[in-house]
């Protein structure tokens, strides 16, 4: 049951993320980085906070009283992962809902599943799984199997958007994603799947602050909200400093009274996509306490995150006028890494 109860959260959480970006376009006559940074000083400073209290009572005080190497190692993985939340939008702006987050959160849930293993490794740790225990132990092969399949999905995903590439239209391709561009899509997209693992990295790091919360008596499913808090400002200190050069070099700082556009629904919206970011990982940190933060909590939080968002591209088009092979081809990798999420969960089962 409670791994039942582990698949249900991280689904619940993979459909917020996958949904996130919507509210965004309905923002009208504001930059991208003017609606970009307001969703994230919700997502990032004001919600963490704010379900911490809700749900961890004294969660300050846990902090207050957490060494200064655990604060430090927590924030600056939420640094660099910072950079991967920036690159991400721009990976879903260049290459749509569907593809961009195929490429970006593939590469995300391999890296985020495999190399705390892999450091697990080098530096044992109690109550931690290796990767050398995972490629000996049958559960931790299979793991390994799901985690092969979910690449050759990217893989399969990455070909499909090369085919939309050479059959449409420069016109066609605006009208299914208004800034395609495969080339810049594909860079900020590995760069941010390879750095938004590290957001897996920070949780490990900041562990000790959730293990606090459940020794004083607080309730383990929300065990990571105190982390969240800390490993969110390094997001916002990356993503605020570049949101501001970006509203410096193109002279956007007035968009956030600019009385020519909606401003209380482009306020409202950016402020919904945000609050709904957060939710991906309120309830990823309630799949983990059920599952482990291990490979196969990670990899079911993104690959459910894919599938939703694929199913967001489906509705808005974005592969309208392209070869039936090329339809056929982006609903192999998105196959592929549904079949991945079951193989995990399988592996994690006969653990």
């Known amino acids: 049951m409670q791994i039942v109860l582990g698949v249900i959260f991280h689904f619940i959480g993979g459909f917020a993320s996958g949904s996130f970006y919507m509210p965004f376009k309905k923002v009208k006559g504001w930059a991208w980085e003017s609606y970009w940074i307001v969703g994230g000083i919700f997502s990032w400073l004001i919600v963490p906070p704010l379900a911490a209290w809700l749900t961890l009572p004294g969660f300050s005080e846990i902090i207050k009283s957490t060494s200064a190497s655990t604060i430090q190692y927590t924030i600056l993985f939420g640094v660099l992962w910072g950079i991967g939340g920036l690159t991400y939008g721009l990976g879903v702006r260049y290459l749509g809902m569907s593809l961009g987050n195929s490429v970006v959160l593939g590469?995300?849930?391999?890296f985020g599943a495999i190399v705390p293993s892999?450091?697990?490794?080098?530096?044992?740790?109690?109550g931690k799984t290796s990767i050398i225990e995972m490629m000996t132990n049958t559960w931790g092969q299979v793991v390994l199997l799901g985690v092969i399949i979910c690449l050759l999905g990217i893989y399969i995903s990455g070909r499909a958007g090369m085919l939309k590439e050479n059959e449409l239209s420069e016109e066609e391709?605006?009208?299914?994603?208004?800034?395609?561009?495969?080339v810049k899509g594909l860079i900020v997209a590995i760069t941010s799947g390879i750095l938004s693992?590290?957001?897996?990295?920070?949780?490990?790091?900041?562990?000790?602050m959730a293990e606090t919360a459940v020794s004083i008596g607080l309730n383990p499913l929300f065990q990571n909200n105190v982390t969240y808090v800390v490993l969110l400002?390094?997001?916002?200190?990356?993503?605020?400093?570049?949101?501001?050069?970006?509203?410096?070099?193109?002279?956007?700082?007035?968009?956030?009274g600019n009385k020519n556009s909606p401003l209380v629904k482009n306020y409202f919206f950016s402020a919904l996509a945000g609050t709904t970011w957060f939710l991906q990982f309120f309830f990823y940190g309630m799949g983990e306490?059920?599952?482990?933060?291990?490979?196969?909590?990670w990899i079911l939080h993104m690959a459910f995150i894919i599938l939703i968002a694929n199913c967001w591209g489906i509705a808005l088009k974005e592969w309208t006028g392209v070869s039936k092979k090329t339809k056929n081809t982006i609903i192999l990798g998105i196959a592929m890494i549904i079949l991945s999420v079951f193989v995990v969960g399988y592996g994690n089962a006969i653990k």
């Not at 949101?243 to 700082?253: G, P, Q």
């Open 289 to 297: 306490s059920k599952l482990g933060n291990g490979a196969s909590s």
């Open 118 to 126: 892999i450091y697990y490794a080098i530096v044992p740790t109690k």
């Open 233 to 256: 400002w390094g997001g916002l200190t990356t993503n605020f400093i570049w949101c501001m050069i970006l509203n410096f070099r193109n002279k956007t700082f007035s968009d956030y």
């Open 107 to 110: 590469f995300c849930s391999a």
């Open 173 to 182: 391709k605006k009208k299914s994603v208004g800034e395609f561009s495969l």
């Open 197 to 208: 693992s590290c957001f897996n990295f920070g949780i490990e790091a900041g562990k000790p």
